[in-house]
């Protein structure tokens, strides 16, 4: 039996590890309440996130099943008589079906737009990341520069230009203008210094093969997801755009949707009361989204994939 100052170190040692053993227990729990309260208050806040983003949807999917009447007598976020056959019959049917019209000049312009941009931004960001030439780091602070400015703020410069030259009130009005994309080529030039190592250019250069060929044979499949990440912002915009067809484009015909339902809902607000297009107002915008969210999920993990590299050193 051991006694004396040895004994009385072993007991101060065994009652300072009983007391960490039951303080240890105390820190866990306090940081799992703590953890508990701030996963309670992300919880609420990702709900009401959810609701703020999901509501407008949820409702434009139930007043597109209501009649002109039902829209303004029943409540909004629930469904009444189902009309929603009939809605799409007059949206499609009314002005001799020029809603389909509509439709095909946003699918053209937003694809072509998306593809013209997305390949500018491709090559002007490969040669600001990989070619380096005389006011190169000046040329891309202007480039910089342009994100900062507006599109409204353009768009009268632009009509201007465009109506010096003849080509208002022509797709060329809508198109040419949305293939400029400052920052695609801020996001390309980000991506191509990531992606593309410098090594892989060398060895191309030593075997012999010229720039151009080394773009379209080397780069340019390493830069495909950044490419559809750009397409896809550049479709998007431009399917949503709506001041710049508003003040280039005067003929119905070229008409994307965006100012072809904005039409048909000044003539439901104009007051006269002969033509209520309400309901075929918002099934024509449903049916105008649906496109761009068959390609959003489409192109998602080219754009996911797309904006995490880069952002990683290698």
Not at 44 to 64: E, G, K, M, N, T
Not at 214 to 219: N, Q
């Amino acid at each position: 039996m051991t006694s004396g100052p040895l004994a009385g170190q072993l007991r101060t040692v065994a009652v300072r590890n009983s007391t960490a053993a039951g303080a240890r227990p105390t820190r866990t729990r306090r940081r799992r309440q703590v953890g508990s309260r701030r996963s309670n208050v992300l919880t609420i806040a990702l709900l009401a996130c959810a609701a703020y983003f999901f509501l407008p949807l949820a409702w434009l999917v139930i007043a597109s099943t209501k009649s002109n009447a039902d829209l303004f007598s029943t409540f909004g976020l629930w469904f009444s008589h189902v009309n929603l056959a009939e809605n799409l019959l007059d949206v499609f049917t009314f002005q001799d079906g020029i809603y389909l019209s509509w439709l095909r000049n946003t699918i053209v312009y937003a694809v072509a737009s998306g593809v013209g941009a997305a390949a500018l931004a491709t090559a002007a960001g490969y040669a600001f990341a990989k070619l380096y030439f005389p006011g190169g780091n000046g040329l891309f602070a202007i480039v910089m520069g342009a994100i900062m400015v507006p599109l409204t703020a353009l768009a009268i410069p632009t009509y201007l230009l465009f109506a010096k030259v003849g080509l208002t009130d022509t797709p060329w009005a809508i198109i040419l203008p949305s293939l400029v994309s400052p920052f695609g080529v801020y996001l390309m030039r980000v991506y191509a210094a990531g992606s593309i190592p410098d090594s892989l250019l060398e060895a191309a250069r030593v075997d012999g093969a010229g720039e151009a060929r080394i773009f379209f044979s080397v780069a340019l499949r390493l830069l495909a997801p950044g490419f559809v990440t750009v397409l896809l912002f550049a479709l998007v915009a431009t399917w949503n755009n709506y001041f710049l067809p508003l003040i280039m484009l005067s003929s119905p015909q070229y008409f994307p949707l965006t100012v072809g339902l904005a039409q048909w809902q000044a003539t439901s607000s104009a007051g006269s009361g002969s033509q209520a297009l309400f309901s075929m107002v918002i099934t024509g915008s449903l049916v105008s989204i649906i496109p761009l969210v068959v390609a959003f999920l489409f192109l998602q993990r080219y754009w996911q994939s797309g904006l995490a590299t880069g952002g990683v050193k290698q």
